[in-house]
């Protein structure tokens, strides 16, 4: 890609992330890892990577795949240019369980009030 130079950095709050990575094979860590660095370095992220999510008060999915396996990080952005990650999971269905969204939801409002 392009040397060091990014567009964003990906940072981890608390043990939500890492909870869901540590559990994860070193197939599917590689590519998250992968894709992390892929939204640092690229101006503009193909939503196949990084996605905005309707109706949910600034929450983005970051989107993995393995094989058949699909993964979801929810992050969302601080001062633009911070993409916090939330909860991760591994999709099962066509449609994102509200219950992870609710998750996501929540780990950013506690962000949000520890910031203040």
């Known amino acids: 890609m392009n040397g060091n130079l990014k567009y964003r950095t990906v940072i981890f709050y608390k043990d939500y992330f890492q909870e869901f990575f540590v559990e994860q094979r070193d197939k599917v860590k590689d590519k998250i890892i992968w894709t992390f660095e892929l939204i640092e370095q690229l101006q ?14 600034g929450l983005f999915e970051i989107r993995v795949q393995v094989g058949s396996n699909i993964f979801r ?6 001062q ?12 099962k269905t066509q449609k994102t369980p509200k219950q992870e969204i609710e998750k996501a939801l929540k780990i950013k409002e506690e962000y949000e009030n520890e910031k203040k």
Do not use: M, S, W
């Open 44 to 57: 503009r992220v193909p939503e196949t990577y990084l996605k905005h999510i309707e109706n949910a008060d």
């Open 80 to 91: 633009g240019q911070l993409v916090v990650l939330a909860n991760g999971f591994q999709k």
């Open 73 to 78: 990080i929810f992050c969302f952005f601080d």
